[in-house]
């Protein structure tokens, strides 16, 4: 018996030792993972440095790491030239936006202004037409006996005058001169010597203003029907 106690005595010293290393393994496993979740902790605190992506697959693959690191660098570089063509839009929209506006205000100040031209040339007209009218009124104002016809005649010269100024010419043409549909309006055809599509009489001038035509010339055409045969 007195051999017995020491051996047994030795094996339960060994089941103890083994029960104690796998608390202590126990423990440590315990620690490691309190050590990552004091470190995640970290990680999340606001403000905390947070290691770099490249830095921290540079631990485990130094060449995946460099592609990360180039990544990121292209990435950051991409995000870069975004925002400045970001601002750029913005600065474009807001100059469109802007000519849009003087735009339409300079269409309407050149729409006033063109109003006002309008207005002061119309009454610079009248004002010299107003003149023509007077000698009319002066010319009927004589005796019944007396000879307006040198009167009217100055009247219409200074009509004319006025006329001419104001790059009116009248639109008259000459017997047997050809039609210009453009300036003519024919009112009939009749049978003349004329050839055949040539003006026969003017039965009211018409009026043209810098190259436009204001009013056609009425006039009276020849069908050829009269026309002589020389052959």
């Given at each position: 018996m007195s051999e017995e106690a020491p051996d047994g005595r030795a094996?339960?010293?060994d089941t103890e030792v083994a029960d104690a290393e796998a608390e202590n393994g126990?423990?440590?496993?315990?620690a490691a993972a309190d050590g990552v979740a004091d470190s995640e902790a970290t990680d999340a605190t606001p403000g905390a440095e947070i290691p770099d992506l490249a830095d921290r697959v540079a631990?485990?693959?130094?060449?995946?790491?460099?592609?990360?690191?180039?990544?990121?660098s292209r990435?950051?570089?991409?995000?870069?030239d975004l925002e400045a063509r970001s601002e750029r839009v913005e600065e474009l929209e807001s100059?469109?936006?802007?000519?849009?506006?003087?735009?339409?205000?300079?269409?309407?100040?050149a729409k006033k202004r063109e109003s006002e031209i309008r207005e002061r040339a119309t009454e610079d007209f009248v004002g010299r037409v107003v003149s023509v009218r007077d000698n009319l009124v002066r010319a009927l104002d004589q005796d019944e006996d007396a000879d307006i016809r040198p009167g009217v005649e100055s009247t219409l010269e200074e009509f004319?005058?006025?006329?001419?100024?104001?790059?009116?010419?009248?639109?008259d043409p000459e017997p047997g001169?050809?039609?210009?549909?453009?300036?003519?309006?024919?009112?009939?055809?009749?049978?003349?010597?004329?050839?055949?599509?040539?003006?026969?009489?003017?039965?009211?001038?018409?009026?043209e203003m810098a190259g436009s035509v204001l009013r056609e010339a009425q006039v009276t055409v020849s069908t050829g029907a009269g026309e002589s045969d020389d052959s």
């Open positions: 094996a339960a010293s126990v423990a440590d496993a315990d631990d485990y693959d130094e060449a995946l790491a460099d592609e990360v690191a180039e990544l990121e990435l950051a570089a991409a995000e870069s100059a469109l936006k802007r000519s849009k506006a003087d735009f339409k205000n300079y269409k309407k100040r004319d005058r006025i006329l001419d100024e104001e790059n009116v010419t009248p639109i001169e050809t039609v210009d549909p453009t300036r003519h309006e024919v009112l009939m055809r009749v049978d003349d010597e004329r050839p055949e599509g040539t003006v026969v009489d003017v039965y009211q001038p018409g009026y």
